[in-house]
């Protein structure tokens, strides 16, 4: 069926550090491609998206680009800060609902 | 603004005892939906809903059922607690059926514990 594959974490990182995360989906249909971030004690919240071959989503400095030749949505942001601290889910859509990849703990060090 | 607003946020259970989890939007949100969160598994959809008198299931639907009597509420409802059902579960909705494209807003979770 239709998944999201996305790197393990934990990911640790000092602060201006850059990040990746990378995540790669099945190629099924033409899907819509998501970043939602979740903070502690929260729900997610969308942090990016990109809905066609070649589109950049970017948000708060993170970037993400739909690269349908690899069928990859991989995360970067050039210079994390601590608040970046957070569990980050790539997503695709599948009919009624979202796909979503097991989570990557990124944790930013001062 | 509410949002979407999730009761309640801790819960114990002993295996058999039955519970509702509740959902409330107050965005005029047509598509609602449960999931839930376990570790090194993302997120798993339980159940779904695309209007008010309408729900289907998810991946993992077997233990809950939903209902959806108006267009706010979403109500979760575990019949028979079991210790797999041990999990945060997430009420989250949108605009457009699906979510596909248009953002899912997400409550601030239940954290559900079965003994």
């Known amino acids: 069926g239709d998944s999201v594959t996305q790197m393990e974490g934990p990911v640790t990182l000092s602060e201006e550090a850059f990040l990746t995360i990378n995540c790669t989906y099945t190629?099924?249909?033409?899907?819509?491609l998501f970043w939602y971030v979740q903070y502690p004690g929260e729900g997610l919240q969308l942090l990016l998206k990109a809905t066609k071959a070649d589109d950049k989503g970017s948000n708060k400095g993170f970037e993400a680009t739909y690269r349908k030749e690899t069928t990859s949505f991989h995360l970067e942001k050039g210079s994390v800060q601590v608040s970046d601290s957070a569990v980050y889910f790539c997503a695709r859509s599948n009919d009624y609902k979202l796909s979503f990849g097991a989570g990557t703990t990124v944790t930013v060090r001062a | 603004n509410a949002g979407v607003t999730q009761t309640p946020k801790f819960q114990v259970l002993k295996t058999g005892q039955s519970m509702t989890l509740q959902c409330a939007q107050d965005?005029?949100?047509?598509?609602m939906s449960w999931y839930r969160q376990d570790p090194g598994m993302g997120l798993r959809l339980i159940h779904y809903?695309?209007?008010?008198?309408?729900?289907d299931q998810g991946e993992v639907p077997n233990g809950y059922n939903v209902s959806r009597s108006t267009t706010e509420d979403f109500p979760l409802r575990l019949l028979s607690a079991a210790p797999s059902q041990t999990s945060v579960y997430f009420c989250a909705s949108s605009t457009s059926t699906g979510g596909t494209n248009s953002p899912l807003h997400f409550g601030n979770g239940t954290r559900l514990t079965v003994t």
């Open positions: 190629a099924t249909g033409y899907p819509s």
């Open positions: 809903s695309v209007g008010a008198g309408i729900t």
């Open positions: 965005m005029n949100h047509e598509y």
